[in-house]
Each structure stands twice: as C-alpha cells, then as structure tokens.
C-alpha cells in the first residue's frame, strides 16, 4: 500500500477472521500506526485462532461390562451402547466403560448414568451433571435400636425444593464460605446464600436416608445419598457457559453438551478448584446430618466412611469423568477413609465393597441398579393398581417413609433394575469386591413432591 487507507471490520473479515472482541482493539492499532498489508497480517497472526480440531473419524475403544438379561433390557442395552459410541469421538477422549446399571440418559452421544470416559487436559461439566459430586456416606451408629435411628433422622433430615427455613438452618463453616469467595465460579453471595440455606438438605429424586443392620457386626448402620444441591447445579450452569465459549471456537463439531474447558487455561483450573470446594461442600452436608443425629441420640460414631459416584477424578492430565459410577483407586480419594459404598433399592442391602484398577473397570464399580424405563413409563406399566396396592406390595417388612407425605412410586424397588442381576454382573466382570452388606430396615425419601407443590397450591387457589 503506497497511501494509506483507513481499515475497518469488514476488511479484517475478508482476511479470514470472525467478528470477535479483539476487533476494536486491532482496528485502533492498526490504524494509528498505518501498517502497511505485509505488517498489518504480521500482526494480525496474534489474533488468528488455530484450526477447529475436528472429532475422532471413530469412536475410542470402551469397555462394555453389560449385558442385557432379559428382554426389558435389550433396549436399554443397546441405547447405552450406541450413545457411547457417538459420545468417544469427541476430540478429548480416549478411553472408556460402562457399568453393569448404566442406562441413557437423554438424546445420542449424551453420557449414559454409569459411564466413565477419560478425557486428556479437559473438564467436561457436561459429564458429571448439575447434580455434581452425588454421593453416600455412612455411619456406624453400633448396637443402636434402627428404629429409634431412623426416627431420630426424620426429625432432623430435610427433603424436597430449596433450602431449609430461617430458624432451622445448619451451620456451613466459615472456612468453607471464605474459599467460595476466592474462587472466580463461586465468588457469588447470592450463591454462598443459597449453599448455607442448602446446608442439611437432600433434595428429591433417588436420593434418601437408608437405615439397616451390617451383616458382618449386627451394628446399626445409616447411609445418606444425595449431591451438592443449589450450589452444585450453579456451578454447572455456569460451567457449560464457558465450555461452550469454547467449544465454538476451538471444536464446533462437538455436541453442545460434551463441551470441555481446557484445563491449562486460568478457566480451567479456577473449575478444577471450584469443583473441589463443591466436593467439600457436599462432604460437609452429609456430615451436618450424620452429626446431628448422632447429637440427638446422645451417640459417638463407631466408624464412618464415604465416596462421591457422580465426580470428575485427576491423575495427571488424565480427567476421569463418572456419571454415575463408584471410585475403588485410592488417587480417585485423597481423604480415603474406609470402602466404598453401592446402594441398590430400598429392599436390597447396600454393598460395601472395594476393588483395584483394572482394564475392565478403569478403577471404577457400579454406582446402584440402574433402571431400564424412565419413571414416566414405569408408572404407566402400574396404572391397573392404586399407588397404595404398590406401596404395600413392595415395601412389605420395611419400615419406609416419604418426606412430603406422597408416595413416589417410581422409586420403588421394581423402578429399578434387578438387583442380583447387577450383583451377578459384578462379579462376572471382576469390578469389585464386596466386603459387607447393609441389610434393610427402613429408609426415607422424598417422595412426590409435585404432587402438592406450592405453585400448584397457588394456582389452585386462584381457580
């Protein structure tokens, strides 16, 4: 260029660039300095980004630790099978494996519940879910009576939407709510707010409070299941944003929801710490219950242990993604206290088990029982009875309780896979060991807590 021309944005798209947040900023640059062509491309190379890396030709090799028993599962099988396939071509993978419960969990090449892949430098939210960190722990409350156990923790445990009251609140420590406000994913008051109120609570859904009786000790044990709650699906939320800012810009072929956040970048690795404080958070609310119902039975813990199942795991620039799946290696657990925990149906003991890495199980088990119908279809295959009929029918013996006062009968045992069936695939497979089983006496759910929601109360009211 012998006269200098005034430069602008549709000149830096016809040399191949996207409108982008730089634009402003070169265009300034590139004009007071009057570059000339050959400088101007010099230094616009800085902002040129690298090729879209594209997904793998194949899927990478996964290993399949089910099968299919009867003819409820051949379908459920092969959708496990074929959303892995188109889920291992994305870029970031390269190893996998499905759990003997796993089941779809929404459109093709979505991770399935009990799926564990192996990404390489990468986080995908998208992965572990909006219900980050699920998880079970137990206590070993000795030669305690379970009924005064399981009583002791209805008074105190709190299911169902958003957070306990004012007034009936436990305590997040301090420590805890000061790194939330060093982290750029948590540092929110609205929501440090919501993980305070969240605090003692165990939502709805598949998660409870289970109380049974060892089969080794004869000692009264009680397990609690749920995740991080509000916090946790905040930070998910905000996850899939910036994985998804990634996504178009370094990998567009990939589904939306297996976006990854590079771990190298600053994002990458305030997600890293951000997902540790959830963990934190959620080991602390487990706790808060186990604690309190200790306190009120005037009792001292005789053992206690406990494992995430819904995580992201590291070992070295290895992410391992579970969704849904049970952590044996020790790396997975830097606080390793004891085995590892598999809860089946609430007629069904909880196994306690352990095990080592292997090739077929990646150093993971099997997180539950998995199920072969969503809970829509399941409750139409039982419209012949009333839900009092199934209720009866399947808890006979048990001593079973809903939070809400509904009973939800798509988490009753027939909800679920069979469970001798995963035990027997376990086994046949060489995932783990069990050590010890939690035989039931009686657990508390949620229950339907649609069914009489505020919003529907309200509307009704209007009516």
Known sequence: MNTFSTINGNDLIELGFKPSKWFNEALQYINENQLNENNMKIYLEQFRSPDPIPLHTEPKNFV?????????????????????KVLMKTPTLINGAIMPDAC????????????????????????????????????????????????????????????????????????????FRENNFLNDEKLISIARSHMGTQGDGNHFLFVGISKNTGNT??????????????????????????????????????????????EGKSYWEALQLIRTWTKENHTSIHDAVLHKMNLEKEDRYWNEHNFVFKDGDLFYHAKGATPLDDKFMPDITGPRLIPLNM????????????????????????????????????????????FAEETQGLDIRFFSNEIDISELPTAYKIAKN????????????????????????????????????KKKFRK
């Not at 399949?64 to 892995?84: A, C, F, L």
């Not at 923790?153 to 009936?168: D, K, L, Q, V």
């Open 104 to 179: 779809p969990t929404g459109p093709e090449g979505q991770i399935p519940v009990g799926g564990v892949v192996v990404a390489k430098n990468a986080i995908h939210p998208g992965f572990h879910s909006a219900d980050i960190c699920c998880s079970v722990m137990l206590t070993d409350f000795g030669k305690a009576d379970p009924k005064d156990v399981l009583d002791a923790a209805h008074s105190i445990t709190h299911f169902g939407y958003g957070g306990r009251p004012r007034g009936e609140q436990m305590e997040m420590s301090q420590e805890l709510m000061n790194a």
């Open 422 to 457: 995963v035990r027997a695939q376990i086994e046949e497979y060489g995932l783990c060991e069990v050590l010890d089983e939690v035989m039931p006496y009686g657990c508390i759910m949620a229950g339907d807590v649609g069914k009489n929601a505020p919003w529907k109360k």
């Open 64 to 84: 399949i630790n089910i099968r299919p028993e009867n003819e409820n599962e051949i379908n459920n099988v092969e959708k496990v099978i074929n959303t892995m």
């Open 347 to 390: 007629s069904e003991p909880v196994l306690i088990v352990q095990g080592k890495t292997n090739e077929r199980n990646l150093g993971f088990a099997p997180h539950g029982a998995g199920r072969n119908f969503s809970r829509t279809q399941h409750k139409k295959s039982l419209a012949h009875k009333t839900i009092e009929e199934v």
């Open 221 to 266: 044990m009680m397990v609690t299941h749920h995740g991080s709650r509000a916090p946790g699906a905040a930070l998910y939320d905000k996850g899939m944003k910036i994985a998804n800012r990634f996504r178009q810009e370094i990998s567009p072929e990939t589904l939306k929801e297996n976006a990854w956040i590079p771990y190298e970048t600053e």
